[in-house]
C-alpha cells in the first residue's frame, strides 16, 4: 500500500506509477464519482496498475486539494459499480485499496488499482469488451484498444497453454523430418535407457506432446508446439501468418541497420524452432570470451554465461506470442546480446525476476525443450540467467515490455561491468569523500549515470530492492545536493552527472544567426530552424565537415551527411534527419510511403498517428520542423498531441533531453537505440 503523507508524495509517485488526479464533486458540489474514473480503472487494470485520486486538482504538474464533501455516498457508488457487471467486467478493490486521506483541512479518497491478473484481463466496461469498451494506459492517457487486441487478451485469458490446440488437417507431412531426427538423437543421447527411445516416430511425438488426441470430442492430430517445433516454414506460417523469426550479428556496439551475420525465414533452411535454437545458440557462444571453470578438479566447458544465454534464447522462443505482429529477434553485438519476443508478459517484470509464479505462455514447447535439457523448471529461467551475469560481475539484465508499435518484451544482457574502475575512479575524482559517505542506492545511482550517460528511475528499479518511492527520493535528493543534474518530467525525467557532455542543439547544427536571419524569414517560419553547414557545400556526401568555416563560432562541430541525405555526429548515437530537401529520392519516398495516411488525411485515430511517428523515427532522429513537414501537421501541435506524451512514455527519446522543448529538438523510437534490444524493419 502506498502511504501518501503530504503533496510532495505526489511528485515522487509520478517516476514509478501511474497517477490520476480527478475531481468528485457532482452537481451539487457535494460529492460523486466522475464518469471518467471508468476508464481510467480499465486502462490501469490492463497496464501495470496505478492510483486515482478524487477530490485533488492537478495544474501543470501543481496539485490543488479540492476535497469531496458526501465521502461515504462516493464510496457507495464506486463499489456498487464495481459489483455490477453491466458496469465494469470485474471487482479488483477491496476496502483496504479505497482510503480516506485529509490534506489542507481537505478529505480526499485515495483508489489504488492493481494490475488485473492475465485471468481477470482484458478488465472492460458494460458485457462487451468490443467496440471501444476496453483501454490500455498509454502516455499518461486512456485509450480504447482496438478489436484485435481485445481478442488477443481474451485468448489470452481462456487458454493457460497456447500451443496445445490440434491443428485440422496437419499431419506428418507437415514436420521436417531431418529435425524431428535430430530432436530424437539428442533425446536419446542424454538418456539412452529411456523406455522412449523404443517406440515409433508417432508414439514419441504423442508422449513429448506434439500429437495429442481430445478426449471429449475424439479429435486427434498435430499440436501447435509441434507444428512450430518441428515444422516446415510454410506450413508454420499457413497456420500462423505473423511467425517471423530473425537473428543478427552486428559489427559494432551502436545501433545500425547492418549484419556480417544472419539467419532469417529466408527458405533456405527448415525454419521451425528448433532448427532455429540449435543454430543460434551456437552463433551466440562462438567466441564467447569467458574463462573456463573447474568442478571436481575437471574443465567445465559450459559456464555460468553459456547457460544464461541458453536459458534466455529458450525463454523468447517459448514464451512468444506467435500471433502477434511483431518478430523473434535475437541481437548479438561485441556489447551486448539483445533478445524480443512478440507478446508483453503474462506476468508482471518483477515478479518474473523472482521467479515464484511461473506462467509460460507455451508450455508444450517449453516441456519439449526440457526433454533435450534446454530450460529448467518453470519460472527459474529469468533468474538463472540474471544469477549467470551476475557471476562475471555484469550490470544486470534489463527486462522489460513495450507496447509502442507492437505488443513486444525485450531483455538485454550487456557484457559491462556493473561499476566500471575508472567510472568509479572518476567519481571519487569529482566528488572526493562526498562518494564513499553516500548510502549504496546513491552510489549506484550515480554510477549508473556515469557510465551509461543517464540514469533514470526504471533502471534503477532493476538493480535496486529499495521501494520506488525511495528510489525516487535517492534520485531527487542527489539532484538537491548537486551530485545529479536532471532534465524532463514525471515518468520521462533523466538524470546525469553535473556538467557532463550533454548534446544541445547547437553542438550538432550549429548555432543560430539571430542577426544574420532572423529579419529575413519567411512570415510563418521559425527562427530558429537554420540549415546545417553541410547543406550549403557541394559534395557533402564524402566530407568530414568542421562548419566553423562556414558558421562563426561553431568550432568542434564534427558532422558528416551520407549518400542518404542522414546526418551523422560524434554527438549523437543515430543519424539525424533535419532536412527532408536533402535526402536521396529513395530513402523520401520510403517515408513519404510510411506517413501516407496524415500526409493525406487531416484526422486519423491516437494509435494510429503513434505506429507512423514511431514507424519514421525508426533507426534515426528526425526534427520537429522535419516531422512536421513530413506528417503534414503544425509543429507545437505535433509535439504537444503526440510527441511529448510519448517521450514521457518512453515510447519516443530525445537527442537533447537538457531542453525538451527547443525548437530543434530531435525525437527517435526507444527501442532503436543502443541500449534497447533493436528491432528491424
Known sequence: MIDLTSLD???????SVSLECKLANGRDGKGALPEDFWPTYSAM???EGGIVILGMRERKGQFEPEGIENLAKVRAELFNNLNNRQKVSVNLLSDAQVREWAMDGKTLMVVEIPRARRQQRPVHLTRNPLDGNTYRRLNEGDRPLPDEEVKRMLAEQVEDSRDDRILRNYGFDDLDMGTFRAYRQMFANRDPGHPWNAEDDLAFLKRIGGWRKDRETGEAGLTLAGLLMFGQMHTIQEALPLYMLDYQERPEARTERRWIDRLTLDGKWSGNLYDFYRKVYLKLTADLKVPFQLEGGERQEETPVHIALREALANVLVHADYTDRASVLVVKRPDMFGFRNPGLMRIPVEVALHGDEPDCRNRGLHKMFRFVGV???AGTGIPRIFQGWHSQHWKPPKLY?????????LLELRMIDLFPPDVIADLRKRFGARFDQLKDEERV??????SEGTVNHARLCTVSAAHPVELTRILQHLTQIGMLASAGSGRGVVYFLPGQEMPTPDDVFGPVLMADVGSTLPEGA????????SSVLPDSSSVLLDSSSVLPDSSSILQQRDEDGYLHTDQLPLPVINDLGLLSASLRQRLEQLAAEPRQKKKMNYEG?????????????LTLQALAELLNRKPESLRNTYLSPMVRARALSLAFPATPTHERQAYCSTHTLPEAAQKET
Open 9 to 15: 508524495d505526489l511528485s515522487l509517485l509520478r517516476e
Open 45 to 47: 487494470a490492463n497496464t
Open 375 to 377: 530450460g529448467e523448471q
Open 401 to 409: 515490455e513495450s507496447s509502442v508499435p507492437y505488443n513486444q518484451t
Open 445 to 450: 545511482a550515480l554510477a549508473l549515470a556515469g
Open 526 to 533: 521559425s527562427s530558429s530552424v537554420l540549415p546545417d553547414s
Open 609 to 621: 498517428m503513434e505506429r507512423v511517428i514511431l514507424a519514421v523515427c525508426e533507426g534515426n532522429y
